[in-house]
């Protein structure tokens, strides 16, 4: 008997663990994984680069208008090319993230981003992770949820990151820009961050990243059961 591929996002504030869970899920799934917020950072990352004023409404409507950006899935994992070049790698800044979080509140970008991302909804087998895949994106998928931290949990998680790929950072303005990326998200008018009214919420604070999972796991095989 054929098993349903499902449709399974998981929205979130930044550094709540969403990557590291939905990259684990979907690789136990054999599902493909859909960073969704990527598509943003790297819009985010051209507007930087080419140093155009997100709040200049032609300046955004020729950059997107000229807009060379493609999914390609590399091991269950979607690759994000931008101008020809795979940039997925080169995306966790905290600029570009702050960047992302206001360009994605613009109309415009909004528009030309959805159907790329529904494009690879549309057949099931996905975890799509992001901002507001189960409130606007995806607000049919058979699955949806929620993780959350503490901001303090969240901004540590972030500068370990930042360490790690060897990038300079500091706690105290990891976690400044962190507050700040929460307000951009939950307070803009379009597609707000908030938690999906048939959601599974699950708070990562306390909980390894395999703990989470399991969590997902375990909500998944019920559903199929």
């Known amino acids: 008997m054929?098993?349903?591929?499902?449709?399974?996002?998981?929205?979130?504030?930044?550094?709540?663990?969403?990557?590291?869970?939905?990259?684990?899920?979907?690789r136990e799934l054999s599902y493909l994984y859909l960073d969704t917020g990527a598509l943003y950072r790297a819009i985010a990352s051209k507007v930087i680069k080419e140093k155009k004023n997100p709040d200049d409404e032609q300046a955004m409507q020729d950059l997107t208008n000229s807009l060379n950006l493609r999914?390609?899935?590399?091991?269950?994992?979607?690759?994000?090319?931008?101008?020809?070049?795979?940039?997925?790698?080169?995306?966790r800044t905290e600029e570009v993230g702050l960047m992302a979080s206001k360009v994605s509140s613009l109309p415009r970008i909004r528009e030309v981003l959805l159907p790329i991302q529904q494009k690879f909804g549309?057949?099931?087998?996905?975890?799509?992770?992001?901002?507001?895949?189960?409130?606007?994106?995806?607000p049919n998928a058979d699955l949806k949820f929620f993780l959350h931290a503490t901001v303090s949990e969240r901004a540590m998680r972030r500068h370990r990151e930042l360490i790690e790929a060897?990038?300079?950072?500091?706690?105290?303005?990891?976690?400044s820009k962190m507050e700040l990326r929460d307000?951009?998200?939950?307070?803009?008018?379009?597609?707000?961050?908030?938690?999906?009214?048939?959601?599974?919420v699950i708070d990562s604070t306390a909980l390894a990243f395999e703990e989470v999972v399991a969590a997902m796991l375990n909500a998944?095989?019920?559903l199929l059961s």
């Open 71 to 91: 999914l390609e899935a590399e091991c269950g994992v979607l690759r994000i090319i931008l101008d020809n070049e795979d940039i997925t790698d080169h995306l």
């Open 183 to 200: 307000r951009q998200d939950t307070e803009r008018s379009i597609a707000p961050l908030k938690i999906p009214a048939d959601a599974v």
């Open 122 to 138: 549309c057949c099931g087998g996905i975890v799509a992770e992001g901002r507001d895949m189960g409130t606007v994106v995806f």
């Open 220 to 222: 998944v095989k019920f």
């Open 2 to 26: 054929m098993i349903k591929k499902l449709l399974i996002t998981i929205d979130g504030p930044a550094g709540s663990g969403k990557s590291t869970a939905s990259k684990a899920l979907a």
């Open 166 to 175: 060897g990038l300079p950072s500091q706690l105290e303005i990891v976690e």
